[in-house]
């Protein structure tokens, strides 16, 4: 069987209509990675040196699911999986907001605890929601963009491309909006390029992951969209 990097350019393909099971597994996937990343940020780690957050052992899965998105199904699939994926971040988040102001039983003494770990500033929301949009989004573009620009041609290149500007994104925003002033900018900026690196070696990591999804979709979807004619506005949830 030919790998993808020696298929010719395929013609462009409309977008599916309907929702397969294939379709709906890698949404569920990708939607459970992010809850669970924002969940598990709260504890920091280190790994050979660096400080980061424990969502990175799970995060980047949500870039990888949103490549195979773009790729097999295109962009405007994909833009409706992130905004999603931030309406059901915003339902965990209120509903664990509220079970933190709801009274506790009076033999609970979990309450402290509670707050710690699940108890996420505004500021730190605030930074983490326009990160998520503003990466995921990035990457579904760029990767799309790189599809039409290359033919189909060199998976590799294109996921390896898009993630490095969509976990940049990600790692600038965040770390900036939610750490400026509590922590020197020579700080910053070191987190900023550890989570940025050590999120794009996840994403080459996993690469023979990807090409494998990604093929096993295509065949089994009968899909590989092209986005020519596809109206890229970042906000645009049904078109």
Known sequence: MRTQASNPPRPAQTEPTGYSPCFV???????????????????????????????????????????????????????????????????????????????????????????????STPRILGASFLAYLAGELANSFVLAKLKLATGGRWLWLRTIGSTLVGQGLDSLIFISLAFAGTIPTSGLAL?????????????????????????????????????????FNPFLFWA
Not at 40 to 69: E, M, Q, R, T
Not at 196 to 222: C, D, M, Q
């Open 25 to 119: 597994l890698i949404t569920a996937g990708f939607i459970t990675c992010l809850i669970t990343a924002n969940i598990i940020a709260v504890k920091l780690v280190s790994v050979w040196g660096f400080v980061l957050p424990a969502a990175i052992v799970i995060f980047p899965l949500s870039y990888i699911l949103g490549d195979v998105l773009t790729e097999v199904y295109g962009y405007g699939r994909a833009r409706r999986v992130i905004w999603l994926g931030f309406a059901c971040n915003l339902v965990a988040v209120a509903a664990i907001s509220l079970g933190q102001v709801l009274p506790p039983a009076a033999f609970w003494k979990g309450q402290a605890a509670y707050e710690r770990i699940l108890g």
């Open 191 to 231: 987190a900023v390029v550890a989570q940025w690196l050590a999120k794009s070696a996840y994403e080459a990591a996993a690469t023979p992951l990807t090409y494998w999804l990604v093929g096993l979709l295509k065949r089994r979807e009968g899909l590989d969209v092209y986005d020519r004619g596809t109206r």
